[in-house]
């Protein structure tokens, strides 16, 4: 557990005012209790850990259960509004923000979305279902995404319409060329 508060601690630049910290430690704390094989020893903790929760969602409006499966460098970049199943999958470098849900499609039918690596998921944006989103991917602000996104794509509407996501340096040069006249650049 400490290891992982650690790694948090520097995810979040060592900011302790930081809502997003708080909740990765309370988290932290909820995937550690089960640790303990005693029953007697869990149950305490157990409760402390649904007072702690519950302390966590009033203060901050996030819902992120101890049962979902999150990466390195998870990163909630602004707080409130933000619900997560528990049966939500996360890979390495995951940024969300404020107002995302990420969850079941339908009530009593399983399936939470699983989520790759280094994927920005904009303010407001819902995934719904067990759909996959690739790695290097980016979910844009109130995005509803309701299909599997292959790497490398932006999801950006409602319903969300999934483009590749281009490479970013040669667009720049392409810009950059056409703006200064060179002819042909741009075809």
Same mark, same amino acid.
């Given at each position: 557990?400490?290891?992982?508060?650690?790694?948090?601690?520097?995810?979040?630049?060592?900011?302790?005012?930081?809502?997003?910290?708080?909740?990765?430690?309370?988290y932290r704390f909820g995937?550690?209790?089960?640790?303990?094989?005693?029953?007697?020893?869990?149950?305490?903790?157990?409760?402390?850990?649904?007072?702690?929760?519950?302390?966590?969602?009033?203060?901050t409006g996030i819902e992120?259960?101890?049962?979902?499966?999150?990466?390195?460098?998870?990163?909630?970049?602004?707080?409130?509004?933000?619900?997560?199943?528990?049966?939500?999958?996360?890979?390495?470098?995951?940024?969300?923000?404020?107002?995302?849900?990420?969850?079941?499609?339908?009530?009593? =039918?399983? %399936? &939470?979305?699983? /989520? @790759?690596?280094?994927?920005? #998921? !904009? $303010?407001? +944006? *819902? =995934?719904? %279902? &067990?759909?996959? /989103? @690739?790695?290097?991917?980016? #979910? !844009? $602000?109130? +995005? *509803?995404?309701?299909?599997?996104?292959?790497?490398?794509?932006?999801?950006?509407?409602?319903?969300?319409?999934?483009?590749?996501?281009?490479?970013?340096?040669?667009?720049?040069?392409?810009?950059?060329?056409?703006?200064?006249?060179?002819?042909?650049?741009?075809?």
């Amino acid at each position: 557990m400490f290891e992982h508060l650690r790694a948090d601690w520097q995810t979040y630049e060592r900011d302790i005012w930081r809502q997003g910290l708080w909740v990765m430690a309370v988290y932290r704390f909820g995937q550690w209790r089960y640790g303990f094989d005693s029953r007697l020893v869990r149950a305490p903790l157990s409760f402390l850990y649904k007072l702690l929760r519950t302390l966590s969602q009033i203060l901050t409006g996030i819902e992120l259960p101890c049962e979902v499966k999150l990466g390195k460098r998870f990163r909630i970049d602004h707080f409130g509004g933000i619900i997560i199943s528990g049966d939500a999958e996360f890979g390495d470098d995951v940024v969300i923000r404020n107002g995302v849900t990420i969850g079941l499609r339908r009530t009593g =039918i399983r %399936g &939470a979305p699983k /989520i @790759g690596n280094r994927v920005d #998921i !904009g $303010a407001g +944006a *819902v =995934i719904l %279902g &067990a759909i996959t /989103i @690739g790695d290097d991917c980016a #979910i !844009g $602000a109130n +995005a *509803v995404v309701l299909t599997d996104v292959p790497s490398n794509s932006v999801a950006v509407g409602v319903p969300a319409v999934i483009k590749p996501r281009g490479n970013r340096k040669a667009e720049l040069a392409q810009v950059l060329a056409v703006g200064l006249g060179n002819p042909g650049a741009g075809d």
